[in-house]
C-alpha cells in the first residue's frame, strides 16, 4: 500500500529494473484513476476509519477529504442503517482471508445533516497481511428522483384510467384483456377481476366479426392514420348478452421495433345521449304542434267571429219565416231543416271559440274528483251510457289545483264521450284520479275498453278537423279543444291505445299546494 493507503504492487516485488520503473509509473498513475472515477471511492480499516478517499466521496458527503481521513465510516451512516452496515462488514472481518464483495443501498448523512441515498459497493481484499474493505459509492438520488417523477405519474395515469366515466379497455396481441376500468365495468357489467383473471376474450365484448372488423380499420390507411381509429359507433355485448350502442375511440400499441404488442380503446355508452335525442325530438314535435295549435286557434277564431253574424241572420229570417207560415205549409218542413242545420252551424262556431280560447275564464281552486263526479252525473243518464259500467277509482286525499271547472268539465265529457262511442255504448270506463307530490303534479286516467285507435291515426287525433267518425258525426275540433284546455291550465294530455282493446288518456295538471306541518295539505276535498 503506498503513501496514501491505496494498495499497490511493491517494488520488492520485481528484481527487474525495467519492471521496477513500470511499477513506479503505475503507482503514479492509480491515484489519479480514483479520482477520475464517477463514483465515490473510500478505503476502510479494520475499526472502520477512512484511510483514503477520492473527491468524488468528498462531494458526495460534504466533508472536505482532510477531514474525512480518520473519521469513523460508520459516522456517515444514517442511524436505521448503521446496524445493516455493521452486520455487512462483521461478515467481511470474519472471511478475512479471502475477498468478499457486497452491496446494498443506504442513506449517507452529510455534513450539513442532510441525507442522500447511495449505493454502496463493498469489496474485501487481504494484502500483504493487512484487511481493507474498498466502498464505492454511487448516488442514487437523481435516480430515485427519476423514479418516483414515473411513479407519480404512473399513478396519476392509472388513476385518469380507472376513474374515467368512459369504459377503457386495453388487450393484448392474443386478445387477452389486460386493463378494464370502472367505467367498462359499469357498461358492461363484468367485474375487473373476473375479465382479466376470469379469461374473457376481447371478442366476447362485441357482436360477432366487430373486432376483426375493427382490428382491419385500424390497419387499413383508408380509415385515418393507420392504427389509430376514433368516434366509430359500435354494438356492445353486455355480461348479460344486451346489445349495448356505444362510441369508440380505438388504437393500436406499437414497441420500439414497430411491432404490435396491444390494443386500447376507449368506449362511450350512447344509450343516455340517445335518449336524450329522443326526448328533443319528441319535445321539438310537441313544440311544432303547439306553435300549429295555436296558429289555428287564432285562424278558428277569426273565421269563427265572420260566420258567427251571417249565421245569426240566417237563423233570425228563418225563423221569422217560419212564424209566417200555416202549420201545414208544404215547404215549413224545408225551413225547419234550415233552422235545424243553422243551430248546428251554430254549434260548430261555438267549437272553434272555444278552440281558439276565447272564452273568458274562471281560475279557482278546485278539487278535480268533485268536477269528474259533476261530469259523470251528467253523462251517466244519458242513453248512450245505459250499458257502461263506470268504475271510479279517485284519491281521496287528491292534491287540489287552480283551473277554469267548466273547461275541465268539458274535457272530460268530450273524453268520456268518445270513449262510449268508441266502446258502442257497451263496456267498462274506468276514472282513476291520483296525486304525483314529487312532481306536484295531479293525474287523471280515462281508459275504455272499446276497439283502440289504429298506430297510424295515433299521432294525428289531437290535430285540429281531424275525425274517424262518419260524415255529419264530428267536427274534429273536440280533441284538439281538449289539448288547448290542458295546455292552457299548464298541463300536458298523452293516450296508450291497443286495437280492440281499449285506449287510456292521460292527463297531468299542476297542483297547489299549502305547505303545512307533515307535508302537504289538501284543500277543498269532500
Not at 472536505?64 to 455493521?86: A, C, M, T, V, W
Not at 304542434?289 to 237563423?315: F, R, T, W
Not at 268508441?422 to 286516467?445: C, F, H, Q, W
Request: hydrophobic fraction near 40%; charge should be negative; charged fraction near 25%.
Amino acid at each position: 500500500m503506498n503513501e496514501k493507503g491505496i494498495p499497490f504492487p511493491s517494488i520488492n516485488q520485481s528484481n527487474n529494473s525495467t519492471e521496477d520503473h513500470q511499477l513506479l509509473e503505475i503507482q503514479k498513475i492509480f491515484p489519479k484513476i480514483f479520482e477520475l472515477s464517477s463514483n465515490g471511492i473510500l478505503v476502510i480499516g479494520r475499526d472502520f476509519r477512512i484511510e483514503f478517499t477520492n473527491i468524488q466521496a468528498s462531494e458526495l458527503s460534504g466533508f472536505p477529504k482532510d477531514q474525512l481521513i480518520g473519521k469513523d465510516f460508520r459516522d456517515l451512516i444514517s442511524p436505521e442503517d448503521r446496524e445493516k452496515i455493521s452486520n455487512l462488514t462483521a461478515q467481511m472481518h470474519l472471511r478475512s482471508d479471502e475477498s468478499t464483495r457486497v452491496s446494498a443501498e443506504f442513506k449517507l448523512i452529510t455534513k450539513s445533516k442532510a441525507t442522500r441515498d447511495i449505493d454502496i459497493y463493498l469489496v474485501s481484499a487481504p494484502l500483504e497481511g493487512s484487511f481493507k474493505i474498498y466502498a464505492y459509492l454511487r448516488d442514487l438520488s437523481e435516480r430515485i428522483r427519476i423514479e418516483n417523477k414515473l411513479r407519480e405519474a404512473n399513478r396519476f395515469l392509472t388513476n385518469i384510467i380507472f376513474s374515467s366515466v368512459d369504459g377503457i379497455i386495453a388487450a393484448d396481441i392474443k386478445g387477452n384483456i389486460i386493463i378494464f376500468n370502472q367505467g367498462a365495468a359499469r357498461m358492461l357489467g363484468y367485474s375487473a377481476d373476473e375479465v382479466i383473471n376470469g379469461g374473457v376474450h376481447i371478442t366476447q365484448i362485441y357482436i360477432p366479426g366487430q373486432a376483426k372488423e375493427l382490428m382491419r380499420r385500424l390497419r387499413c390507411p383508408d380509415f385515418g392514420e393507420i392504427g389509430k381509429l376514433s368516434s366509430t359507433e359500435i354494438s356492445a355485448v353486455t355480461k348479460q348478452g344486451e346489445i349495448l350502442p356505444a362510441s369508440l375511440s380505438a388504437a393500436i400499441i406499437y414497441d420500439e421495433a414497430g411491432r404490435e404488442i396491444a390494443s386500447v380503446g376507449i368506449f362511450t355508452d350512447l344509450r343516455e345521449r340517445i335518449r336524450m335525442q329522443k326526448e328533443l325530438e319528441e319535445t321539438h314535435l310537441k313544440l311544432l304542434h303547439s306553435e300549429k295549435m295555436a296558429s289555428l286557434g287564432k285562424l278558428a277564431a277569426g273565421v269563427a267571429h265572420e260566420i258567427n253574424n251571417p249565421l245569426g241572420g240566417i237563423l233570425l229570417y228563418a225563423n221569422l219565416l217560419l212564424e209566417d207560415m200555416p202549420p201545414d205549409h208544404p215547404r215549413s218542413a224545408n225551413v225547419k231543416k234550415i233552422i235545424d242545420q243553422t243551430l248546428r252551424c251554430k254549434d260548430i262556431v261555438k267549437e272553434l271559440l272555444d278552440f281558439g280560447r276565447q272564452a273568458e275564464h274562471n281560475m279557482v281552486t278546485c278539487n278535480i274528483n268533485q268536477v269528474l263526479e259533476q261530469s259523470i252525473s251528467l253523462l251517466s243518464r244519458q242513453s248512450s251510457f245505459l250499458n257502461i259500467k263506470i268504475v271510479k277509482d279517485m284519491d281521496p286525499l287528491l292534491l287540489p289545483i287552480v283551473a277554469d271547472p267548466g273547461q275541465l268539465n268539458q274535457v272530460f265529457i268530450n273524453l268520456m264521450t268518445n270513449a262510449a262511442d268508441a266502446m258502442n255504448g257497451m263496456g267498462i270506463l274506468t276514472v282513476r284520479t291520483y296525486s304525483l307530490p314529487e312532481e306536484n303534479k295531479v293525474g287523471v286516467d280515462i281508459s275504455d275498453t272499446g276497439c283502440g285507435i289504429p298506430p297510424e291515426t295515433l299521432p294525428r287525433i289531437f290535430d285540429p278537423f281531424f275525425t274517424t267518425k262518419d260524415m255529419g258525426k264530428g267536427t274534429g275540433l273536440g280533441l284538439s279543444t281538449v289539448y288547448g284546455i290542458i295546455g292552457e291550465h299548464g298541463g300536458t294530455i298523452d293516450v296508450r291505445s291497443q286495437l280492440n282493446e281499449g285506449s287510456t288518456f292521460i292527463l297531468r295538471l299542476p297542483a297547489q299546494t299549502t305547505e303545512a306541518e307533515g307535508g302537504w295539505m289538501s284543500i277543498g276535498k269532500d
